[in-house]
């Protein structure tokens, strides 16, 4: 059995900040994708 807790915002807090940021959605941390001049010339 696998149990689950919710992020909170000190987990938020402490998620690298290396490759993108985080949002925290319904309890869950989802990565979001890196926007911008750069990261749009990399993708093309």
Do not use: C, Q, W
Request: proline share 5%.
């Amino acid at each position: 059995m696998v149990t689950r807790t919710e992020a909170t915002i000190e987990d938020l807090y402490k998620a690298p900040r290396d490759n993108g940021t985080y949002e925290l959605v319904n309890g869950e941390l989802v990565h979001m994708s890196l926007t911008g001049f750069a990261p749009s010339r990399v993708a093309g």
